[in-house]
């Protein structure tokens, strides 16, 4: 799992120890059913936080305490701000998305975009599997 975060790339001392504490806190937050603020600093880490719904990353205390001193009324305000017009979000996630490359866990075919739309291809061949828009 080398690169796969909290594992970066080269060799860090604490990688295992924090998969041990990523690991931990995803089972105490299942168990309770609660979202965990986490507090760090390293990229790694970071990274490990993103792929796990129940974590709020913060990378410094104040951060941290400063979501948590905010006023109601402020983030109600923001919300509804946000809902409002939902056009610039969705672009910049759309935008976002359109960037990323897609595979499939089988490596016998991949997945391209083409003339605008995403099709499934097998190497060396030129048979379309799947096409989607």
């Known amino acids: 799992m080398s690169g796969t975060a909290p594992f970066g790339e080269g060799s860090k001392r604490k990688e295992f120890p924090d998969a041990f504490v990523v690991a931990m806190l995803d089972a105490y937050a299942r168990k309770n059913e609660c979202v965990i603020a986490v507090v760090s600093a390293d990229k790694d880490f970071r990274l490990a936080c993103e792929r796990y719904p129940s974590f709020l990353y913060f990378d410094t205390l104040p951060r941290l305490t400063e979501r948590l001193l905010a006023d109601p009324e402020t983030i109600e305000r923001l919300r509804l701000a946000i809902l409002e017009d939902m056009s610039e979000l969705e ?13 499939h866990l089988q490596d016998d075919y991949t997945v391209k975009r083409k003339n605008g739309d995403w099709e499934r291809e097998r190497p060396g061949s030129s048979d379309r599997r799947d096409r989607r828009e």
């Open 91 to 103: 672009a910049s996630l759309r935008a976002r998305a359109e960037k990323q490359e897609f595979f």
